[in-house]
């Protein structure tokens, strides 16, 4: 081989290896994009959770005060026993509402 061919063998061998180094470094480009648009994601995302935790312990406190009355009044002797269902009822709907809004 002359030294001629040898040169342009490692030319191209030279060329071929930074073509890949361009591409890795390419694709190392983008996938730090990615992360970051990942990144970004999950901290809004654990702010929104932490929202949502403070929501339930709000949603909770209430339902505790309306277990809370409805004890009170059911133990008070003072309302029929036709009210009494009624009021029971009622609850029971208030109950299913805020536990339904707690679920979604």
């Known amino acids: 081989m002359t030294d001629t061919s040898k040169y342009d063998l ?3 061998e030279l060329n071929s290896l930074e073509k890949m180094i361009n591409s890795f470094v390419q694709k190392n480009n ?3 994009e990615t992360k970051k648009v990942l990144e970004k ?3 809004q995302l654990q702010n929104e959770n932490e929202v949502l935790k403070l929501k339930i312990d709000e949603l909770e406190g209430k339902v505790e005060e309306v277990l809370n009355k409805r004890a009170d009044l059911i133990d008070n002797n ?7 269902e009624a ?13 339904y809004h707690i679920r979604s």
């Not at 003072?78 to 009494?84: A, H, L, V």
């Open 10 to 12: 490692f030319l191209k």
């Open 30 to 32: 983008e996938l730090l």
């Open 41 to 43: 994601k999950v901290t």
């Open 78 to 84: 003072n309302i029929s026993d036709i009210d009494r």
């Open 87 to 99: 009021l029971i009822s009622h609850i029971d709907d208030l109950i299913e509402r805020i536990d």
